[in-house]
C-alpha cells in the first residue's frame, strides 16, 4: 500500500487535530464496501458501514479511525473522513455515536459534544454560525456553520447532527474547504453547496 507522509508542502495546514490530522494511507481495499442497491456514479466508489452508506469521489483518500483519530472504529462511535488536496483542500466526514437509548440526547447538543472535543483535541474553532433545522429523509438535521482557526486563518465549514432510529446513532455530517492553500485568505464560496453534494450523496437506513 502506498503511503504518503508528506501532507502539504505549506505548514499552514500542517493539521494537528482530529478534525485536521489526515494520514494519506492508500486507497479503499476492503470488498465488503459496496451496496448492493444501484451503482455509485461514475468516478464515485461506495462506502457502506457502521449504519450508513455514501458515495465519495475516487480522487479522494479515505480513513477511518475512532473518535481520537489513533485506533480503529467500533460500531458505538467512529469516523470516516476523505480528503483531497492539490492546490485546493477539501474534507469532509461522518462520525457516528450510539448512545445508549435511556438518554435524551438532541442534535445540538451533539454539535455541542463535537465541538467541545475539537477544542479539546487542539483544533481552534472559530465562529460556529446560527443552528438551522433542514429535513433529510425522515430525519430533521440540525446544522450550522463554523470556522477552523489554523495560523491565522479561518477556514469555514459545515457540519450537521442527526439521530437515526432506524440504526440507532447519532450520525455527523462535516465539510471544509480551502479553494487555494497557497492563497489560504481567499475564503470558501462553496462550502454550502459542497456539504449539501455530500449530504445528498449518504443514507442512514
Ligand atoms: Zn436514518
Redesign the pocket.
Known sequence: MEQKTELTRNNVFSMRSMLMVIALVGAVTSGNLWLHQGNPPLGYSRYTGY??SIDYSQLMTMRESDLGGQGPPTDSAGMVQWSRQDKELEQFGVIWIRLSSNVDVIPERVLDRFFLEMGLSGTRIGERGELKIMAK???EVVYQTFTVEESGISIPGMIGS?Y????GKY?MLYAIHVPDIYHPEIISQEIETIWLRHLAAL???
Open positions: 449504519g450508513f429523509d425522515v430525519h442527526w437515526c432510529r432506524a440504526s450520525l443514507t442512514c437506513h
